[in-house]
Each structure stands twice: as C-alpha cells, then as structure tokens.
C-alpha cells in the first residue's frame, strides 16, 4: 500500500452534524469490541449512507482508531467524485474478479488513521463477486489490521447486495430519511438484515428538519437519532420514527 489518496471537501461540516457523528461513533463503541465490520445501508437510494460512512469512518479516525473504509456499492460509487479523488485507483470489483490483490487496493488517505478501498470499476454482476469467498478472505485480513472496517453499500430495497454484505459483518447500521421512507419499507430492510443474520446495531435518522426545495436543501441541518442495543437484544426501533 504505497500511494496515499488526497480526499477534497472532507472539512468541517456543520455543528449538528459532526456532534450527531460523534454521537454515533460513541455508540457504536459501546457495542463491544467484538464490533469490527459495520456496513450502513438503507432502504432507498439517497438516504445519506456514504455520507455518514465516511463521516463515522473518519471519526474513528480521529480518536486514534485505526479504520478502513470499503465501498461495497460497485453498482453507483460516489467516492471518487465527491473526494475529487485523482489517478485511476484500482479498487473491489478488481479484487473479487481476481484481477488485483488486497495490497494494490487498499490505499492511505491524507485523512488520519483512514484507509479506503474503493469499489473499482462498474461491474454487470456486484452480487457474484460479493458472494465471492475472496469478500470474506479481505475482511478477515482486515480485521487483523484495523479496528474499524466501515463499509458502504447499496440500498436493500431492490437489490441482494447489502443482503449478501450483511452475512459477512457483525453489525448494521440502517440510516433512514427523515419523513420518506414507510414503516413497511423500514420493516422490510430489518427482516432482510435478520434473515441474513447480521445484528442491527440501530438505525439513523438522517435529515431531520431539512426543507426539500427545487431539489436542493434549504437548510443543512443534520440529526441523527440511534438506539443502540449494545448486546443483541433489543433490535432497531427503524421505521417508528
Ligand atoms: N444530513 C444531510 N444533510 C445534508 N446533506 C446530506 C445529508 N445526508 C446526505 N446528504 C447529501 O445527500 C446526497 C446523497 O447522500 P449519499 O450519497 O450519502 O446517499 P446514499 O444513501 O449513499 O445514496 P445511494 O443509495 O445513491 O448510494 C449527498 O450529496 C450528500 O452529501
Ligand atoms: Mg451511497
């Protein structure tokens, strides 16, 4: 892992936000230290999952918490373009086709403590690979190295992907949009992330009191609200919100 990715725009947001962040990241610890893999999905696209991924993946950074960050979301990536990321990073979908080993995707940022592996290019088939066994090989090496393997993946409403990521994670984080998303859809996410026998961690209410207007924010107001179980018990109160 020679080259090191310069990630743009990852400055100070906005108070709300990063104490929101901080919140969760606290949470997330008290889930044990057993907790290693953490992916954060949703029902629908848009919701903010790449957001609060790489924002939770760069607190832990920040109190000295050694993190990797993997893209699952071979499908729509969006790393490259918001972080204006430059070269032509080799990334997941290399790896799961066996074109690229875990060294060559794995790369350090200029962000503290915080390793990412991108999802490469567009692949027709991203459930294949990540049914692969090499998915469950990485993470596994990753966890020797890291004490925090943040994953971002697609939204679980229409797609196995998350289902199939969720069967190699200890624990799942579902952020939902404040005021869209039904009951039904919530409930349907959290059967899917049981059945694949992924503990919920506790869901994330994102954009809480954000006006929609012309297809843009009005105000960039964030607030995230999480029940953490802490031992399994008690499951996500996703979609009551
Ligand atoms: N709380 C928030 N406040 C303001 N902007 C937000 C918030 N959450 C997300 N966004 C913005 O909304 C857009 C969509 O967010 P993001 O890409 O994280 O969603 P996503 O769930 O990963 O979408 P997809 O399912 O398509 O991958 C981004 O421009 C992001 O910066
Ligand atoms: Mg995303």
Do not use: W
């Amino acid at each position: 892992m020679e080259q090191i990715l310069n990630l743009q725009n990852t400055g100070e947001k906005d108070y709300h936000f990063e104490e929101s962040i901080k919140t969760l990241r606290t949470n997330l610890q008290f889930c044990g230290s057993s907790l290693k893999t953490i992916m954060f999905t949703s029902s629908l696209p848009n919701e903010g999952k790449s957001e609060i991924t790489f924002s939770v993946g760069a607190s832990f950074g920040s109190i000295g918490k050694k993190v990797l960050l993997i893209d699952a979301d071979i499908r729509k990536s969006v790393f490259i373009k918001r972080y204006e990321i430059k070269g032509n990073p080799s990334g997941l979908s290399q790896y799961l086709s066996g074109q690229k080993t875990m060294d060559d995707i794995c790369y350090a940022t200029d962000v503290e403590n915080f390793d990412m592996i991108l999802a490469g290019p567009y692949s027709p088939n991203p459930a294949e690979l990540l049914e692969d066994p090499l998915f469950n090989e990485l993470l596994e090496k990753a966890k020797e190295k890291y004490d925090y393997i943040i994953i971002d993946t697609p939204p679980m409403a229409n797609l196995i992907d998350g289902a199939i990521i969720a069967g190699q994670c200890d624990g799942a984080v579902i952020v939902i949009e404040s005021g869209t998303i039904s009951y039904h859809l919530a409930q349907k996410v959290k059967a899917q992330l049981e059945k694949s026998g992924c503990r919920i961690l506790g869901a994330v209410l994102n954009r809480v009191g954000m006006d929609y207007e012309n297809g843009y924010y009005k105000k960039y107001y964030r607030k995230y609200y999480g029940k953490y179980d802490g031992g399994g018990g008690r499951k996500s109160g996703c979609g009551k919100q």
